[in-house]
């Protein structure tokens, strides 16, 4: 069973950047999607970006695009979120998750993950 540790997170101003990492551990990640996710207090958890087995394809909610990137290096068994420009309302913590599968394609849906990180706190101030 892969197991997930998120890192990276930390206290930003409004506008700075942050790269979060997943790293896993038990099998290698190449036949796993994976995503981050993340909640802030009071919400639900949200989809952020999400990318294939092979880090060809990828996918985000309309509000990062253009500032977060989402990429993946199987060698290292390591996924990654750079996220810059950050804005107050981003603050949250943030999740990664994967799920073993055959389909080479990107699932948005948390629900379609079945293991998750312990997340780290990314908290941004206005």
């Known amino acids: 069973q892969v197991q997930l540790v998120e890192s990276g997170g930390g206290l930003v101003q409004a506008g700075g950047s942050l790269r979060l990492s997943c790293a896993t551990s038990?099998?290698?990640?190449?036949?796993?999607?994976m995503g981050w996710f993340r909640q802030a207090p009071g919400k639900e958890r949200e989809f952020v970006a999400a990318?294939?087995?092979?880090?060809?394809?990828?996918n985000y909610r309309d509000s990062v695009k253009g500032r977060f990137a989402i990429s993946r290096d199987n060698a290292k068994n390591t996924m990654y979120l750079q996220m810059n420009s950050l804005k107050s309302e981003e603050t949250a913590v943030y999740y990664c998750a994967a799920q073993f599968t055959i389909l080479d394609i990107v699932q948005a849906d948390p629900r379609e993950y079945t293991i998750w990180g312990q997340g780290t706190q990314v908290t941004v101030s206005s």
């Open positions: 990318i294939n087995r092979s880090g060809g394809n990828s």
């Open positions: 038990g099998r290698t990640i190449s036949n796993y999607r």
